[in-house]
């Protein structure tokens, strides 16, 4: 299976610190957070990639790109634990770039792909939306695809504040955490809202969904959805997501996510801790 990391929206809600750097390099406690989405696909069995990029992206391909002149420095320097850390990037997968010409949607992103993807089901992964869970999110979609067959869509259960920045399901439980899909809706009005499963932006997506995109007619925002199209298509499956689910786009959950990353490393953990009781002794 392929995977498609669109990576081409402006980053508006992260100004000034995306004004010239993409948001998908916002380091996350220690890696930019494109690394941490390329990672997860790699971590699913997936390592054919391609990333939509668009106009001020090309970071993201120097950061997978080999570094000639960084190796041999780390090499003179005998930094060889950064050295292994830097190779090791450029080898992670097979990664291919498009841009997205005029920023026109999520749905026209994914449209970008349809040469390189042919006639396979593929996985989509939002480039600026990390996971942290034991199983990898895709490999979690991946299982219930095999399973289902048909689009599969990972959902959480959203506060209310939030239900209006998503997509949101409507759909039938099939067996625990597994939902057939009757109708999705993109970032609704509260009151219109379906249910608070929203969708999170991790997707096994069928082929016939180019079609759909291609006949599609702008949605909100005056852009093609990738929503609208998924919902034109017959047989799709969602399926609430075991772990947890970052917008790095959002200051408040980048934050979270840096601290929670930072957590997971045994030798900062109890700094880190210390760190945040001495915050709140002192407020
Ligand atoms: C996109 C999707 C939306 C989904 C969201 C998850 O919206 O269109 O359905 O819920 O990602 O982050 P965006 O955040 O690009 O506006």
Redesign the pocket.
């Known amino acids: 299976m392929k995977a498609v990391i669109p990576a081409a929206?402006l980053g508006t809600r992260f100004l000034p610190a995306t004004k010239a750097q993409p948001k998908e390099m916002l380091p996350v406690f220690n890696k930019p957070t494109i690394q941490y989405v390329v990672e997860e696909a790699v971590n699913s069995g997936i390592d054919d990639i391609i990333i939509i990029t668009g106009k001020g992206k090309r970071p993201i391909e120097d950061h997978f790109d080999k570094s000639f002149e960084l190796e041999y420095n780390l090499n003179l320097k005998g930094k060889y634990d950064y050295l292994e850390e830097v190779q090791a990037i450029s080898n992670l997968a097979d990664i291919f770039y498009v841009r997205q010409k005029k920023q026109n949607g999520?749905g026209d992103a994914i449209n970008c792909a349809k040469k390189h993807i042919g006639d396979e089901p593929f996985a989509v992964l939002?480039g600026d939306?990390i996971t942290y869970s034991e199983i990898p999110c895709t490999k979690q979609l991946i299982d219930v695809h095999k399973k289902y067959g048909g689009s599969t869509i990972a959902i959480e259960e959203l506060p209310e504040y939030k239900i209006e920045?998503?997509?949101i399901v409507d759909g039938v439980n099939v067996e625990e955490n597994i939902y057939k899909v009757n109708n999705l809706v993109?970032?609704p009005k509260l009151a219109d809202a379906p249910s608070n499963l929203?969708?999170?932006?991790r997707y096994i997506l069928t082929p016939d969904i180019f079609d759909k995109l291609n006949s599609i007619e702008a949605g909100v925002g005056g852009e093609i959805?990738?929503?609208d199209a998924i919902n034109e298509q017959e047989n799709v499956y969602a399926t609430t997501f075991e772990g947890t689910i970052y917008?790095i786009?959002n200051t408040m959950e980048w934050l979270k996510s840096s601290i929670d990353m930072a957590l997971t490393y045994d030798d900062v953990r109890d700094e880190v801790l210390d760190y945040l009781r001495q915050k709140i002794a002192e407020n």
């Open positions: 929206g999520l939002l939306t920045r998503y997509g993109e970032k929203g969708i999170t932006g959805q990738l929503t917008d786009g």
